[in-house]
């Protein structure tokens, strides 16, 4: 079943006041009251965005391969929708205002670097030597950083879904960031050519054959400000049927043929459908535009 005074220089307080608070809030802000501030970054003033949405990640974990990554920091997705599309149940999503519709929230990966390279495996002796220094100065964590892998428009979003515990409730193009001194800046599973499709679910997941499906779930859902907000907790999405690309980048140019190899082995990808999890415990908050825009 298918279902948001005292003068100053010449200049007066109240001013100095006004300059100050403008400076506080962030370029692309918008600055709401109470609750309705975790919107700040909603497109609420566009006119083809129906409702603001703003999910916090707050538990879960992404399986990668042979790898698995607790989410144990907050992850953020923030932004507006349209109004439902009532042949696909999807609503177009609108990026946030100040850019970070999907926020890079850094996770530990276990066991850090010695969990994913082993510097006796590399044969290029400076190399070698290069990450033997970064464990003997114990430069070993390794954060796992998700980031959109496309543009805030290629995600889709559908309530119906979402509160009917079926079918795609967030569709969410992806690539992983692995960060730490000797992988450098670029080292990356997914990206913008080949993301990875997260097609997250309340309900069951369909994998391929051979793959046990997982279950999700919708949550329970409280009205707040009067009923003027909507919170789901709780709201369980889940995927184990999409497939991971190899990683590439690691380590800069040169250094990424023989650390992207190592790499691939220790985390296993390329991984088909059906080798990976994505499971994400969400607290989601709707609130209707029009509503926003006036508090």
């Known amino acids: 079943m298918r279902k948001h005074f ?41 006119p083809a965005v129906f409702k603001c949405l703003q999910s916090t990640t707050v538990s879960g974990k992404v399986v990668l391969g042979k790898k698995t990554v607790p989410i144990v920091n907050p992850v953020v997705l923030q932004g507006g929708v349209s109004l439902t599309n009532e042949e696909t149940f999807f609503s ?4 946030a205002t100040n850019g970070e519709t999907l926020s890079k929230t850094p996770q530990p990966v276990p066991g850090g670097l010695s969990g994913l390279v082993n510097c ?18 114990g430069l070993t964590g390794v954060n796992s950083t998700l980031e959109l892998a496309k543009p805030a428009s290629s995600i889709k979003v559908s309530e119906a879904n979402l509160a009917g ?57 409280t009205l707040l400000e009067g009923g003027l ?8 999405l889940v995927d184990n049927a999409w497939s991971a690309p190899s990683a590439t980048g ?23 459908a059906g080798k990976n999890v994505a499971e994400l415990n969400n607290n989601i908050y709707l609130a209707l535009a029009s509503v926003v825009n006036k508090h």
């Open 6 to 46: 005292k003068r100053l220089g010449g200049v007066t307080a109240i001013t100095v006041i006004a300059v100050v608070s403008a400076l506080a809030i962030p370029a692309g802000a918008s600055a709401h009251t109470g609750l309705f501030a975790k919107f700040n970054y909603c497109p609420s003033t566009n």
């Open 92 to 95: 177009e999503f609108f990026g």
């Open 120 to 137: 006796k495996e590399i044969s290029l002796s400076w190399l070698r030597a290069s990450c033997e220094a970064i464990f003997e100065n």
């Open 165 to 221: 515990a079926e079918e795609v409730a967030l569709q969410l193009p992806v690539k992983v960031h692995l960060e730490n001194p000797l992988l450098g800046s670029t080292c990356y599973i997914g990206s913008s050519a080949s993301p990875l499709i997260w097609n997250l679910t309340t309900g069951l997941t369909t994998p391929p054959a051979g793959t046990a499906p997982i279950k999700g779930s919708s949550g329970t859902t």
């Open 229 to 236: 907000i909507a919170l789901i907790e709780n709201a369980n």
């Open 250 to 272: 690691c380590g800069g140019f040169l250094v990424e043929l023989i650390l992207d190899p190592i790499i691939n082995s220790s985390v296993g990808v390329p991984s088909a």
